[in-house]
Every structure is written in structure tokens, then in C-alpha cells.
């Protein structure tokens, strides 16, 4: 597994599929290629033997024939690209080892070697090499000197059409790549999209089949998974009317109660029972998803607005810093997380700043501060489910559902926004809120 960790290999499946047809159909065309050029050199270096042993025996003879005065103005004529003629011993040497001199040396051997005694020999040197000697009839040395030559020369052009040849291929390659890959892009868009609004865009049911029977099991999940969050908001609706009238019924029997004392106990446990009711089905709704629809607001505005509500009733609530910009957002939504979040700071740090401040990357941060007990580092995101509520670091007496933070986190999603906590130093907690950068001066 070290040997292949410098390998990276990439991450995305578009990638990977398209590196593998690529690499497969260059392998094969590379190894067709190969295939062909040897095959070619094969049969060229065939004819060539056969047509360099018929012209070196008409040459041969024909040298011989001429006077010994008119040889030498023969040989230019008579020379070829891979021999020539040479009037002389020529130079000695080693016997031929090399295969394809071998196969030349035989080729002239079977054709003039029956007419004319011969001799062949290797000349030392870089490049292939070997010489014939022989002698005419008159006793005249005649050494043909040769430079085997395996095949045709390449032509210039094809480089340049196996170039083509690759672009074209890895073309074709993306685009088959792509055509395969582009369903699970959609069904990935699709699958992400589908938030608690349950909105998410439905799938074209065409194309092959396999993705045609994909795209309809995902629709198909789509619409049980609408049918049964509605289900679920009937029934805790229904949950939340039915327990109404008993509860109320409650409360007017205690209220005729002559024990003041169990009747107040009574009293807050009846509240407190209409508070987690009421609490549950709004916690429920935010998970089905809101319908309110997104427009453009002024954060200052709002958070000012805000923030005078609480001071107007007289809660320690100070806001800090402004934003300049419009945001495109679900202003009850963000209102309600923020409302959730100072409450939470009010009830356990008897006061809150709320800050406002842009993010080097455009994004919006909107906290909330207090100075109360904080949260253990390891309950941080423990306290975002619902009904957990941390009575080792919070005060008991301070009521509540356990359903707060749950909302604030399910509104956020809503908003495609981010809510985390992080304690402060010299102690507190800071609720951030992250908003995306939708935003416009």
C-alpha cells in the first residue's frame, strides 16, 4: 500500500471514470499501435531483403560485364540508400552477430553467393554494420558495403495525427464520462436540496433505464417522505388540540381549589404541561419547514427593533455593531432564533449582548453573549437535541422545555444558516449564528 501512496488518486467519480476509459483506450490504442508498426516493419524489411538481393545480383553482374575502366563511374549510379559499391578489399572485421544483419548477409549470400565466393564481416562501429566482399571474374575486389535498415521512415505528420488522436480520445472520454455521470450529479443536487421544506425540485423520470428507475424511486421517496411528515403534523395538531380542553378543565378545578398551596403547585405543572405542548408542535413545524417565504430585509433594523422590545420591558439586552447591508433571509425565522437565543442568555446569565459583524469571507455573524455558567465542552452539541437540558451547569428553577435550542438549530437549517455555541473565556457563553452571503448594499 506504500509503494502507491504518491499516486492521488482523485476523489470525484466523474474523475475517476474518465481517467480509466482514458488511460484504458490510450493502453490499447498505444499497444495497436505498436502492434501495427511492428507488423509493418516486419514486411517492409521482408520486401526490402528480397529487393536488395535481386539488385545487388543485377548490379553484381552488371559490373562484371563492364569494361574495368567504366566500374568506378558506375557505383554512384548503382549505390542505394542502405548500400553501396566499393572497388577494394574493403575494411576486415568480426563475424555478423547482429539479427537483422544476419538476415541481409543471408539474403545476398542465396543470391549471388552460388555465381560468386563471398565473404561477409561485421565493421566495428556505433551503428549496424557489414561488408560483402567478393571478386569478379577478372580478379577484380568488389565490397558492398551495407547499412541494414529496418522498415520505412516514420512520415513527419504522424506525430501530429497521434496528437489529434489523444485529444480526440480524451474527449470522447469526458463527454461519455459525462453523459454517464450527470444523473448522479442531478439525483446529489436533487437529494441536498431536499431540506424540511420537503421542496426539493423532482428528478426527470427519462433517459436509460437504469437512471429513469433511480430518479423514480427518488421521487417516489420524496412524496412518502411529505406524506409522512403530514401525517405527523396532523397527529401532534390533533395531540395539541385534544390536550387543550383537559388541561383547561384542570386549571378551573384547581382554581376552585381551597389549598392555595397545592393549587399553585398544581397551577405551574398545568403551565408547564400547556408550555411543552405548545413547544412540541412548534419544534415539530420547524422541522416539517416553515412557509415563509425569503425577502429582502435590514438586519439593523430588525435587530434594533429587537433588542428595544426587550429593553422596552425592562431586560438588560445591548446591541452592539452594524451590518450596512440587506440580507435575504426569513425575517420571523431569524427572529425567533434570536429571540430564542436571548432568552436563554436572560435566564442564565441575567443579561445579553447581542452583536452584529461581517466575516472576511461576506458571510453575516450574529451572537449572542452572556456571562452565566457556560456549558460543558462536551454538552455543546448535546444541548441541540431536543429535551436535553443540562442541570449540572444550569439553574433548575429557570424552567423551560429542553426545546430552545432544538428550534433555533432546525430554523437555522432553514435559513441555510449556521448556529454553533462556544464558551467564553472568564466565563459565559457566545450562541454564533452564521448567515450566508446573500446579501446587498
Known amino acids: 500500500m506504500k509503494a502507491w501512496s504518491w499516486l492521488h488518486w482523485p476523489r470525484t467519480l466523474f474523475a475517476r471514470l474518465a481517467l480509466i476509459l482514458f488511460v484504458s483506450l490510450a493502453l490499447a490504442q498505444t499497444l495497436s499501435f505498436w502492434l501495427t508498426m511492428t507488423e509493418r516493419d516486419q514486411s517492409m524489411t521482408n520486401v526490402m531483403m528480397g529487393y536488395v538481393g535481386r539488385e545487388v545480383t543485377s548490379s553484381v553482374a552488371l559490373l562484371d560485364h563492364l569494361p574495368a575502366s567504366e566500374r568506378a563511374q558506375w557505383l554512384p549510379r548503382l549505390a542505394r540508400r542502405s548500400y553501396e559499391f566499393t572497388l577494394g578489399p574493403g575494411v576486415t572485421g568480426g563475424p555478423v552477430d547482429a539479427q537483422l544483419s544476419t538476415r541481409f548477409a543471408q539474403s545476398i549470400e542465396n543470391s549471388i553467393g552460388t555465381h560468386y565466393p563471398l565473404t561477409v564481416n561485421a565493421v566495428p562501429g556505433d551503428r549496424e554494420r557489414l561488408q560483402v566482399h567478393l571478386k569478379l571474374t577478372d580478379g577484380t575486389p568488389l565490397t558492398i558495403d551495407m547499412r541494414p535498415m529496418q522498415g520505412a521512415p516514420l512520415s513527419g505528420w504522424l506525430p501530429f495525427v497521434l496528437i489529434v488522436q489523444l485529444a480526440v480520445l480524451a474527449a470522447c472520454c469526458w463527454l461519455a464520462v459525462r453523459l454517464a455521470t450527470r444523473p448522479l450529479h442531478q439525483l446529489a443536487l436533487a437529494a441536498d436540496t431536499l431540506g424540511p421544506d420537503l421542496k426539493a425540485s423532482r428528478l426527470p423520470e427519462d433517459g436509460p433505464s437504469e437512471v429513469s428507475r433511480a430518479a423514480r424511486a427518488f421521487n417516489a421517496m420524496q412524496d412518502r417522505i411529505a406524506t409522512y411528515m403530514t401525517e405527523r403534523m396532523q397527529i401532534l395538531a390533533a395531540i395539541s388540540h385534544d390536550l387543550q380542553t383537559p388541561i383547561t378543565r384542570m386549571r378551573l378545578r384547581v382554581d376552585v381549589m381551597d389549598d392555595d398551596e397545592q393549587g399553585a403547585k398544581l397551577r405551574q405543572d398545568l403551565q408547564e404541561m400547556e408550555s411543552l405542548v405548545k413547544e412540541g408542535v412548534t419544534y415539530a413545524r420547524t422541522l416539517h419547514g416553515g412557509t415563509e417565504v425569503p425577502v429582502r430585509v435590514d438586519p439593523d433594523a430588525l435587530l434594533d427593533s429587537l433588542v428595544c422590545d426587550y429593553v422596552d420591558a425592562g431586560q438588560p439586552v445591548s446591541l452592539q455593531g452594524q451590518l450596512g447591508v440587506s440580507l435575504v433571509t426569513r425575517p420571523q425565522a431569524l427572529r425567533r432564533i434570536l429571540g430564542n437565543l436571548v432568552d436563554n442568555a436572560l435566564k442564565y ?77 472568564g466565563g459565559g457563553l457566545e450562541a454564533r449564528l452564521t448567515l450566508g452571503n446573500r446579501r446587498q448594499r
Open 349 to 425: 446569565g441575567d443579561s445579553a449582548e447581542v452583536t452584529a459583524s461581517t466575516l472576511d469571507d461576506g458571510r453575516t455573524l450574529i451572537a449572542v453573549l452572556d456571562r452565566g455558567p457556560g456549558i460543558p465542552a462536551e454538552s455543546l452539541e448535546a444541548v441541540f437535541e431536543p429535551f436535553v437540558r443540562l442541570e449540572e451547569s444550569r439553574n433548575r428553577d429557570t424552567g423551560g422545555t429542553g426545546l430552545g435550542l432544538a428550534i433555533a438549530r432546525q430554523l437555522a437549517i432553514a435559513l441555510d444558516a449556521t448556529l454553533t455555541l462556544h464558551n467564553r473565556p
